[in-house]
C-alpha cells in the first residue's frame, strides 16, 4: 500500500496539538505512560522543534528534536511516534531523516553553534542522541545509530541509549 508521505516542522499550535494527540495515543494509549510523564517541560523550550509526519495529508506521526543544551553538545532526538495502522510504511524513517536535516541545517547555518574546540579543528560533524526503547533498537541500527550496551528503566520501559554522528546532510534531504 502506497501513499504520499510528507514529514514538516511544526509551525502552529493545531499541528502541535496533532503532534501531541499521536503521542498520547502511541505513548500513552498503547504502552501505558503516564501523561504526566509523555509531556514535560521540554515540549516548551524555545529550541524544542516537533515534527508531524503525514500520509495523504492526514497526520500519522511525529517527533521532537531537543536543542543541544551548549555549542557542541549533541542535539536530541526524542518521542518519536508512528500511529499503528501506519507502521511499517517508512513514515519513522522519513521522521529521522527529516530530524537530522534539520539538526544538519540548524549547524551548518549557525542556529546551534559548534563548539570552540570543533571550530579550532575544522571539524564538520553533528552529533545526534536519542534514549531507544528496546523493541526499538533495530528500527535505529537500521538507521545508523550505535546502540549502548547499558539498560535503564524510563517510564516503567527498558531503554537503551543511542548515537549517531553526521559528517553531512541526510542523503536526498538536503532542502
Ligand atoms: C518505532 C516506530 C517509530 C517505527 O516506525 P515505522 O514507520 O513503523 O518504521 P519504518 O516503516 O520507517 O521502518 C523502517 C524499517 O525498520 C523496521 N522496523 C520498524 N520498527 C521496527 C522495530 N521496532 N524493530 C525492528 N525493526 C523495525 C521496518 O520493518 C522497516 O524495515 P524495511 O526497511 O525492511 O521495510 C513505530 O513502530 C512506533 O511508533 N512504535 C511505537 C512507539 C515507539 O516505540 N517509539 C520509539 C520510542 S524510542
Same mark, same amino acid.
Given at each position: 500500500m502506497s501513499g504520499a508521505l510528507a514529514v514538516e516542522v511544526v509551525?502552529? #499550535? &493545531?499541528?502541535?496539538? $496533532? $503532534?501531541? %494527540? !499521536?503521542?498520547?495515543? +502511541?505513548? +500513552?494509549? &498503547?504502552?501505558? +505512560? =503516564? @501523561?504526566? @510523564?509523555?509531556? *514535560?517541560? *521540554?515540549d516548551a523550550e524555545p529550541g524544542t522543534v516537533h515534527f508531524l509526519a503525514f500520509l495523504d495529508g492526514t497526520p500519522v506521526g511525529a517527533a521532537r528534536l531537543l536543542a543541544? =543544551?551548549?555549542?557542541? %553538545?549533541?542535539?536530541? !532526538?526524542?518521542?518519536v511516534a508512528v500511529l499503528a495502522h501506519a507502521r511499517g510504511r517508512h513514515v519513522g524513517t522519513a521522521l529521522m531523516r527529516a530530524l537530522e536535516a534539520e539538526t544538519w541545517r540548524r549547524h551548518a547555518e549557525g542556529v546551534w553553534p559548534r563548539s570552540e574546540r570543533d571550530e579550532a579543528s575544522g571539524t564538520d560533524s553533528v552529533r545526534i542522541e536519542l534514549s531507544a526503547q528496546e523493541t $526499538? +533498537?533495530?528500527f535505529y541500527q537500521r538507521l545508523g545509530y550505535v546502540v549502548g550496551g547499558r539498560r535503564y528503566l524510563d517510564a516503567g520501559i527498558w531503554h537503551r541509549d543511542a548515537v549517531r554522528t553526521l559528517t553531512? #546532510?541526510?542523503?536526498?534531504?538536503?532542502?
Open positions: 509551525t502552529s #499550535p &493545531e499541528q502541535l496539538d $496533532a $503532534a501531541f %494527540a !499521536i503521542r498520547v495515543t +502511541v505513548f +500513552v494509549g &498503547e504502552q501505558h +505512560v =503516564p @501523561l504526566e @510523564l509523555e509531556k *514535560d517541560a *521540554d543541544p =543544551p551548549a555549542p557542541g %553538545a549533541a542535539a536530541h !532526538i526524542g518521542r $526499538a +533498537v533495530a553531512g #546532510p541526510p542523503s536526498g534531504l538536503e532542502g
